[in-house]
């Protein structure tokens, strides 16, 4: 959908797999088998779920909830690019704490892939998938406020610095790594 931002990164080896994944039941299971899949397309994932060990919990769920804040960076911080599951999450938005780790390594220089279910432009996907978020103006959600229509999948503030994919994440890994494959080839 647009030029890829690899040049920032010659060598990329390992993602952070950014996502609402780890809320899923099977979360732990799910997150093993992103890792085989970027292992096949030659990276290593990086799992939040990764750096959160049971042992950590003190009891104190804000003392946790900071432990896991911490992990987290410490996983963005190691990673060379992030690989991200922006799909809507809870309502027609990704997942905010998604959206805080694309932020975060778009601001530290990090190639960022995000992926969607699905082509159209972000108006588009919520009249599709949300349509109870709807207003009875056009162009507008059931609170009246205006619905972005920029062509692009998401919020212009995720889908402009992103590399965006319509699949999953398989499609994303392809993605990657024919930009790679390309670039190493030109150079």
Known sequence: MQASPVACASMIQSLYLAGPDIFRPDAVAHGERLKVLCARYGFEGLFPLDAQVAGHATGDPLDTARWIY?????????????????????????????????????????????????????AERIRQRCPQHLGRAAGT???????????????????????????DAEAALQRLRADLDARRSTA
């Open 70 to 122: 911490r992990a987290d960076l410490g996983l963005l911080e190691a990673a060379d690019a992030v690989l991200a599951n922006l799909d809507f999450f809870r309502g027609a938005e990704p997942d905010s704490g998604t959206c805080f780790e694309v932020g975060y390594a778009i601001a530290r220089g990090k190639p960022v892939y995000g992926y969607v279910p699905e082509g159209g432009s972000l």
């Open 141 to 167: 959600d059931a609170g009246g406020w205006e619905l972005e229509e920029f062509g692009l999948p998401l919020n212009l503030m995720l889908a402009v610095p992103c590399v965006m994919v319509v699949g």
